[in-house]
């Protein structure tokens, strides 16, 4: 059974940073390049953050280029995203999965973990 697991969000001020993560399930982990994604209220659900399979390469979008940072460990099944310099246009809901989205189980996305960037 596939399953992802987000954690981390929470309100921060602008600035602030935050570290999210994403426990997976499944034993096909290993071999997908997974993202984060997130959706803002009223928007799309965006990729903002992908890291390959062995995590040796990174891809951000323009909007979190140089704050964000995607990181894995396939040996505990986790994908991180650390976000330093938070503004409040990061503000959204944020899951991960793979890239592109539903390799391991179509139509599937986790709960998500809200991230509010507010003084």
């Known amino acids: 059974q596939v399953q992802f697991v987000e954690s981390g969000g929470g309100l921060v001020q602008p600035g602030g940073s935050l570290r999210l993560s994403c426990a997976a399930s499944?034993?096909?982990?290993?071999?997908?390049?997974m993202g984060w994604y997130r959706q803002a209220p009223g928007k799309q659900r965006e990729l903002v953050a992908r890291v390959t399979s062995g995590g040796g390469s990174t891809n951000y979008a323009d909007s979190v280029k140089g704050r964000f940072t995607i990181s894995r460990d396939n040996a505990k099944k986790t994908v991180y995203l650390q976000m330093n310099s938070l503004k409040p246009e990061d503000t959204a809901v944020y899951y991960c999965?793979?890239?592109?989205?539903?390799?391991?189980?179509?139509?599937?996305w986790g709960k998500g973990t809200l991230v509010t960037v507010s003084s």
């Open positions: 499944g034993s096909l982990f290993s071999i997908y390049a």
């Open positions: 999965n793979t890239d592109p989205p539903g390799r391991l189980l179509p139509d599937y």
